[in-house]
RNA sequence: GGUCCCAUCGUCUAACGGUUAGGACAGGUGGUUUUCAAUCACCUAAUCGGGGUUCGAUUCCCCGUGGGACCGCCA
């Protein structure tokens, strides 16, 4: 059996943090069965699509590392496809022109929700021989939904779900202006493009019995279906783009690396016995549509950030790097090359306290800026005592002919016996002049991180 | 309101009729430490309620309750 997935999104909006999650699934199912994923733009909506969208959609998708087969395809291009195929349900009377004007229906609307019933539409112009029909009024085309029965789809993650078709109304296909819609665009695409599998958010699992009648007038083979279960914000509704750090631009910002978000998104609504960390390899080998739970779950930020943090502590240093120039490149200002080498030689520590890689540019400020600023609380911590350890250490600091942490590391023993103090008396005062906080990396990484020259400077300008 | 659906620690989830209901995140306590972090050890914490079926229900069925999705000439 062939597996041909694909991820339909509109370019209405910032790709969406669930949407982005629907198409790891899709792609992942291709993967693991050696099938194909393809990425398809419904920018049929030509008011809100916009090219920056489809742009945004294309590269974030890119930057997760999900990449589609072949070109992507265009809805807008295959409208008089869909159109053709709504004239061939009309011969063939499966679709009927309806010539209800907009206000009818309206009024109709109103009426029902004054009594209180549910509104479906009144099919007038379904089997309307005896109709005059109105030369003014441009019509749209319906089709016809079977009014008796029931209509089941064996739903790959939800199981048999059953509906009474009476429930469906005739839906219409084809606008007033001919431009088609969804349920028509979306169903023949499927159709074209040969999908087998077709993964999207359980709010779409009526559109499901929609299209499958339409599968069936034409004589189509119907895809499997697979509703996943919706993502949901903290307050447990569906996410919308008002709850903020749901689009995956967000998550870059704060510095999350992909393959931790993508770990992240994998273990959201599935699961493979206890396993946590899955590379992107592992993930296509284990994932399977069985694993899919049925209840929508919640974003939970600082699982992200947990997962964040453990791909930062476990990726290799050079790998590491390179995501956080890339970060930087697009969201911080830009560093000169030698401090890149420090910075490259200084990852192994500065990552000890990173939790994102916007963490990693804070800790590793005292190294870009060469002026460092003390606050103001640290300041104060600076008294006469301090000074003078400063002073002691800038005198043997000065002797040193080889620094490493062993050769520093009497130093500052001695200093501890000299001044009767601990570590924090002597480490304290010298981190708050060469940091600028009393929080910061350990000691010893930090001044051997520094140039000899760089390290007096900072020390003797406090003093 | 109508239709469809969901329900295990605060959160993500495991246990596909038999477990002291497991893991992870968050939270708490303690050890270590060079500040902050990290790390290690330990702890707190759940089967929504009520009926069935069964020798036995988290698991199967029914009814409540709670939550969600959909009800566009948007996709």
Known sequence: ??????????????????????????????????????????????????????????????????????????????ISEHISIAEELLEKGFAYKCYCTEEEINDQKEKCKKQGIPYVYNRKWRDAKDLKIPESVKPVIRFKSKISGNTIIKDLVQGERTISNSTIEDFIILRKDKSPTYQLSATVDDHEMKITHVIRGDDHMINSFKQKQIYDAMGWDVPNFAHIPLIHSEQGKKLSKRDNASTLEDYIKIGIIAD?????????????????????????????LNGVGKSPSKLDMSRIYSINETYIKTINEKDLFH???????????AIDQS??????????????????????????QYIINDKIKIGVDDKKLIDDLSKKVINDFINEYEKISSLSRETLEPIIKSLIDKHKTNFKGVGQPLRIALVGSRFGPGLYDVILSLDKSDVLKRLKSIL
């Open 1 to 78: 059996m062939s597996f041909n997935c694909r991820f339909a999104p509109s370019p209405t909006g910032p790709l969406h943090i669930g949407g982005v999650r629907t198409a790891l699934f899709n792609w992942l199912l291709a993967k693991k069965n050696k099938g194909k994923y393809f990425l398809r733009i419904e920018d049929t909506d030509k008011e809100r699509s916009k090219d920056q969208f489809k742009k945004q959609i294309i590269s974030s998708l890119a930057w997760l590392g999900i990449q589609h087969d072949g070109e992507e395809y265009i809805q807008s291009k295959k």
């Open 260 to 288: 931790a978000l993508r770990n992240y998104l994998l273990r959201l609504g599935w699961s493979y016995k206890d396993k946590e960390i899955f590379t992107k390899q592992e993930s296509i080998d284990l994932f399977d």
């Open 323 to 333: 995501f956080l120039k890339e970060y930087i490149s697009k969201y911080k200002t």
């Open 339 to 364: 401090k890149e080498t420090v910075l490259l030689k200084s990852m192994n520590f500065l990552k000890n306290k990173a939790k994102t890689l916007e963490d990693i540019w804070n800790n590793a």
